[in-house]
């Protein structure tokens, strides 16, 4: 007993040291933004100069005191999880990692959630809304109690129509500001440690850099991670980016490690380089395409008659490949004054690739593309369409591409990972080289010019989207996988 009170007591004497160096990184955080807004820059990525590179250091400094933290915290038992929105601490539970998730369907019918509550942590309301809202409903059939933690756009009175609980928080999607990174984890911290719930899971970047840090810190008990492409940070080669690219794979290698946690990949190439890059063991890992389609709601329609219609769908950006999308527009509508090229998306004007209206305004008035903004009847837009494009630089699993092959429409993109997972190249659609407007062309002629072949493709992806990309299917892998670490986090509970 007294080795063991005195291993606490070491425990206890190595938090508060870790404690010390993760505030004074964060003292440091806070300083370098002084030098950010010195250069003339709130936002570190719009910014050049040396408060930038300043900004990026301390704020990874300040990760990797916090990381630190959190893996010495990891090891210090507290009071069992409630579940419930009320004062106490968590418990981490220590135990073996769930084995069933090493890239393969779990066995057995969806897990048994009563009893359980399961948090979703989304860096926006919309994109919950759109892509994880369905598996939150499966996990209420269930018998979870979940609940939303979001960014919010105004949408939160659809969230709570969905009956769960909703807390909104603020997240800045696109910033690397250090102190608003270092907020967003306090913020998580005290949600999870009021909260006790039994499982987060969280979606993307940012909740699973910082959400991972507060399940840590605050001993939630299971955590599952869905990854949706690594994005910008592991695709730029930048000086700047490079050093926040070394510090988010060092936090990923914590926050990824959590001992009862799984982390979805929505393609094979991304789950491949995570596990080579020693992000995170292979056998904490499981593979699923993407958030799942109602196949009912995107049916399949006749192409339209009269002029043929070419869309790209997606938010404006320069990385979605609109740029190229255009400069394949003209070079087609050159030839060919029947064929319309069409914009279905928002501007996201918080993206530093964002394209700018005016952009986009030129573009139309010079008659070379239409834009219908953003659509919220999308099966509508693919019924008015013949051909679906996407040459996206990288993607996760990109959703509006089985969306387009649930509709029976052709599809062509960027052979890039999550494209590929997308597109069954020469089944289902085409895959072309990214960055190639000239291929992006060809390939569209050559499917203007082939209905039967364009037919042919639309029937196959429907197939394809029914049978393993529903959003049925893909809620009754989550909540499956949910069960599988609730049922390890409930064996090795203390009991009374």
């Known amino acids: 007993m007294q080795q063991h009170g005195a291993g606490h007591a070491w425990s206890r004497r190595v938090g508060r040291v870790m404690w010390t160096i993760s505030c004074g990184a964060a003292v440091a955080a806070v300083a370098v933004v002084g030098l950010v807004v010195a250069d003339g820059s709130t936002d570190p990525a719009a910014s050049n100069g040396p408060g930038t590179l300043a900004a990026l250091i301390g704020g990874v400094t300040a990760v990797l005191g916090v990381a630190a933290l959190a893996v010495m915290r990891s090891r210090v038992h507290r009071a069992a999880p409630s579940g419930h929105l009320d004062d106490g601490e968590a418990r981490i539970l220590i135990g073996d990692p769930v084995g069933a998730t090493d890239g393969r369907p779990l066995d057995g019918p969806p897990g048994d959630l009563r009893q359980r509550s399961v948090w979703f942590v989304v860096n926006v309301d919309w994109f919950f809304l759109s892509h994880r809202a369905h598996v939150a409903v499966r996990a209420m059939e269930r018998g979870a109690d979940v609940t939303v933690v979001c960014g919010e756009t105004g949408r939160g009175d659809e969230i709570r129509a969905l009956g769960v609980n909703y807390v909104p928080i603020h997240v800045d999607r696109h910033g690397l500001n250090p102190l608003a990174e270092l907020r967003l984890l306090a913020q998580l911290y005290r949600l999870y440690r009021r909260g006790r719930p039994h499982l987060v899971h969280h979606v993307s970047v940012k909740p699973i850099v910082w959400g991972g840090l507060a399940a840590r810190l605050a001993g939630v008990p299971a955590v599952a991670n869905t990854i949706c492409g690594f994005g910008y940070a592991f695709e730029s080669t930048g000086a700047r980016i490079r050093v926040l690219r070394?510090?988010?794979?060092?936090?990923?290698?914590v926050v990824l490690r959590h001992p009862l946690s799984s982390t979805v990949f929505e393609?094979?190439?991304?789950?491949?380089?995570?596990?080579?890059?020693?992000?995170?063991?292979?056998?904490?890992?499981?593979?699923?395409?993407?958030?799942?389609?109602?196949?009912?709601?995107?049916?399949?329609?006749?192409?339209?008659?009269?002029?043929?219609?070419?869309?790209?769908?997606?938010?404006?950006?320069?990385?979605?490949?609109?740029?190229?999308?255009?400069?394949?527009?003209?070079?087609?509508?050159?030839?060919?004054?029947?064929?319309?090229?069409?914009?279905?998306?928002?501007?996201?004007?918080?993206?530093?690739?964002?394209?700018?209206?005016?952009?986009?305004?030129?573009?139309?008035?010079?008659?070379?593309?239409?834009?219908?903004?953003?659509?919220?009847?999308?099966?509508?837009?693919?019924?008015?369409?013949?051909?679906?494009?996407?040459?996206?630089?990288?993607e996760g699993m990109p959703k509006v591409l089985v969306e387009a092959a649930a509709c029976e429409r052709a599809t062509?993109?960027?052979?890039?990972?999550?494209?590929?997972?997308?597109?069954?190249?020469?089944?289902?659609?085409?895959?072309?080289?990214?960055?190639?407007?000239?291929?992006?062309?060809?390939?569209?002629?050559?499917?203007?010019?082939?209905?039967?072949?364009?037919?042919?493709?639309?029937?196959?992806?429907?197939?394809?989207?029914?049978?393993?990309?529903?959003?049925?299917?893909?809620?009754?892998?989550?909540?499956?996988?949910y069960g599988s670490l609730l049922a390890d986090a409930r064996a090795i509970e203390p009991t009374a």
Not at 246 to 253: D, F, H, I, Q, T
């Open 246 to 253: 070394r510090g988010l794979e060092l936090v990923y290698a």
């Open 267 to 394: 393609n094979e190439d991304d789950r491949d380089w995570a596990i080579a890059a020693g992000l995170v063991p292979r056998d904490r890992t499981a593979l699923v395409a993407g958030s799942g389609v109602d196949c009912d709601l995107f049916s399949p329609a006749d192409e339209p008659d009269g002029d043929r219609v070419v869309v790209l769908p997606c938010r404006l950006t320069w990385d979605k490949g609109v740029g190229d999308f255009v400069e394949a527009a003209r070079a087609v509508r050159a030839e060919r004054a029947d064929v319309r090229f069409v914009l279905v998306g928002p501007i996201d004007e918080e993206y530093r690739a964002s394209v700018p209206r005016q952009t986009i305004e030129a573009w139309c008035e010079e008659g070379i593309v239409e834009w219908w903004g953003e659509r919220s009847d999308m099966p509508s837009v693919f019924a008015s369409s013949h051909l679906v494009a996407l040459p996206s630089r990288f």
């Open 412 to 481: 062509i993109a960027s052979d890039v990972s999550g494209c590929r997972a997308a597109i069954r190249d020469g089944v289902t659609g085409v895959l072309v080289p990214p960055a190639d407007p000239a291929g992006l062309a060809d390939a569209i002629r050559e499917l203007l010019d082939d209905p039967e072949r364009r037919r042919r493709f639309g029937v196959a992806g429907r197939r394809r989207a029914v049978a393993e990309l529903s959003s049925g299917v893909v809620a009754d892998w989550y909540v499956s996988l």
